[in-house]
Structure formats: structure tokens, C-alpha cells
């Protein structure tokens, strides 16, 4: 099977999913590394890829905040995340991924809105 058919397979499987599971997220990620590097980071870190279901998944995220990538079960990269300019990630949304995370895309500034809606209490944000 050719590699661009396993990535399609392990986004429809996440696709429009409610349940999603941020199995585990890792901090100060070296994002340069493809999926083989970052499936050594998450050994070297004791977590075992091999042992997640559908629907979970790992978060990489950068010394700097500023992008993440996400890893299916089956150690494909299903997405890769840059903040806008620069910028860097409110920690308050980091555990909105699994909610705003649809299986390709992580629609971050959705989950900031419901991040100040909440702290804010107001509903019209």
C-alpha cells in the first residue's frame, strides 16, 4: 500500500469524529524530525504508539509553542499545526484539542473563542 493511501485511511478514521482522545501531549518536541523521529520521541518517552486505539492520538508541541504535529495510532503524521505569525499557543486550548481536532485539521482559533467565552462568561464571542 502505497504511503499517501495509509495516510488517507488514518484521517478517515479520525474524520468528524466526537470522540477523539489526546492520548498523550509532548512539550518541547523537536517538530523537525518526520514521523520516524517523532515516533523515536514518543519511545524514548515511554509511550507506545502501538497500544493506541482509533480516535487517540499524540501531540507534539514545540519548545516555542508556536506548532504541533499530530500522530495517528499507526505512527502516521496526520497534521501538522503553525500558529499564525509566529505567535505562540494559549495553554488553555491545548486541552480543546481533542474537541476542535477533526482528524486533518485543529481548528485552533474555534477553541480559543470557546477558551475566552468561558473565561469571560459571555455567550457572543
Known amino acids: 500500500m502505497k504511503s499517501e493511501e495509509v495516510?488517507?485511511?488514518?484521517?478517515?478514521?479520525?474524520?468528524?469524529?466526537?470522540?477523539?482522545?489526546?492520548a498523550k501531549i509532548v512539550f518541547n518536541a523537536d517538530l523537525r524530525s518526520g514521523h520516524v523521529g517523532l515516533a523515536a520521541q514518543a519511545k524514548n518517552l515511554k509511550i507506545n504508539l502501538d497500544q493506541?486505539?482509533?480516535?487517540?492520538?499524540v501531540v507534539f508541541i514545540n519548545r516555542a509553542?508556536?506548532?504541533?504535529?499530530?500522530?495517528s495510532p499507526d505512527k502516521i503524521l496526520i497534521s501538522h499545526w503553525r500558529m499564525p505569525n509566529g505567535g505562540r499557543m494559549n495553554p488553555k486550548v491545548i486541552k480543546l484539542i481533542p474537541r476542535y481536532f477533526n482528524g486533518r485539521e485543529f481548528h485552533y482559533d474555534q477553541a480559543l473563542a470557546k477558551v475566552v467565552r468561558d473565561e469571560f462568561h459571555v455567550d457572543d464571542f
Do not use: P
Not at 14 to 20: A, E, S
Not at 52 to 57: A, L, N, P, Q, R
Open 7 to 22: 495516510y488517507t485511511q488514518a484521517v478517515e478514521r479520525l474524520r468528524d469524529r466526537t470522540d477523539n482522545r489526546l
Open 65 to 71: 509553542r508556536s506548532a504541533a504535529k499530530f500522530m
Open 52 to 57: 493506541m486505539s482509533v480516535g487517540e492520538f
